[in-house]
């Protein structure tokens, strides 16, 4: 288990690095400059650019990058809140803690409530329950989050005025309720729908026959049997689906002006501000990374017969 762990520590650094190196040159073949204003003059981005380095080849400004995040530097903010340290930004203004809060509790509510739909529809398979569901779900795919989101708004909150328009830094339970759902129904009807699709598939396997004809009840059969049996699949999905939601929904987060990390990423782009744009987006990466390390060992637990080998391959 050790060699595999360290095999895949570092394909993780590599599929790190690779990342960076993407972020990096992408974000730097845009034109302008995070200092480009209608007052500024060309000698005052010069001084700025000399300031913070940005007037040195890129591969340098590259280098520099990997040096610095290796002694656990992010760099400083070039506008939005210039000179401050990125890391400060991100984890002691409390908004990565703001979207993982947020990120948990939509995920929480997508699996407490996709599971359950998911083998609900199996059992009833071929009934109006089930082509109810079917039609929800399909239905709650389609629909992108922003869509929702202003759905709610406009209803919800301006209309019906039961939950506050603008949730803000989220002190009230209140202001949890729109973001959550908008966050989290594409992913419950996502995990009902892979659910119900994988039930069906176990349920066509032998042992269920087998344990059928020993007279075994349908719902013990659905829940003890073909649900463990199932669960291989949805981990998969699960634990990229947590590695995504925990940074918070970018698009989420600004309809209802939530501070949080999606928010500032998608401010950092309109301004430009190349330190945390570059800090954000490895910081997703760590954490997909990590959740695929992570399905593995979960692999094991459900099924014992897989190994690490096998899961890695």
């Not at 995920?107 to 929800?136: E, M, N, Q, S």
């Not at 594409?186 to 995990?191: F, L, N, V």
């Not at 998969?236 to 970018?250: D, E, K, N, P, R």
Request: glycine letters at 6%; one cysteine or more; a positive charge.
């Amino acid at each position: 288990m050790l060699t595999y762990i360290c095999k895949r520590l570092a394909a993780a650094i590599g599929t790190v690095l690779v990342v960076m190196a993407i972020t990096f040159f992408l974000m730097n073949t845009i034109p302008g400059s995070p200092f480009l204003t209608e007052k500024s003059t060309p000698q005052q981005i010069e001084l700025a650019n000399q300031k913070y380095g940005l007037d040195k080849p890129l591969i340098v400004q590259f280098k520099n990058y990997i040096v610095n995040y290796l002694h656990g530097d992010l760099g400083v903010s070039l506008k939005m809140q210039e000179g401050t340290p990125v890391k400060k930004i991100l984890f002691g203004q409390g908004k990565f803690e703001l979207s993982a809060k947020l990120g948990l509790l939509a995920f929480l509510l997508a699996v407490v409530l996709g599971i359950p739909l998911g083998c609900w529809a199996a059992y009833k398979r071929g009934t109006w329950v089930d082509g109810f569901l079917r039609v929800i779900t399909t239905v709650g795919i389609a629909i992108p989050s922003f869509v929702l989101a202003a759905v709610l708004l406009i209803y919800l909150g301006v209309k019906l005025q039961w939950l506050p328009v603008l949730s803000g830094s989220l002190t009230s339970w209140k202001a949890y309720v729109m973001p959550v759902i908008a966050l989290s129904f594409y992913d419950m009807c996502y995990i009902a729908k892979l659910t119900r699709t994988s039930m069906l598939d176990a349920i066509n396997q032998d042992y269920i026959r087998t344990a059928k004809s020993k007279g075994v009840k349908k719902k013990w059969i659905i829940l003890k049997h073909a649900l463990r049996n199932s669960m291989i699949p949805l981990v998969t999905v699960l634990g990229l689906m947590l590695a995504f939601i925990i940074t918070g929904s970018f698009v989420v987060e600004t309809t209802f002006s939530i501070p949080g990390l999606g928010k500032y990423f998608i401010d950092s782009i309109t301004s430009r501000d190349y330190p945390i744009i570059m800090a954000t987006a490895v910081l997703i990466a760590i954490l997909v990374v990590s959740m695929n390390l992570v399905i593995d060992i979960v692999y094991k637990l459900i099924d014992p017969r897989i190994t690490l080998s096998s899961a890695e391959e």
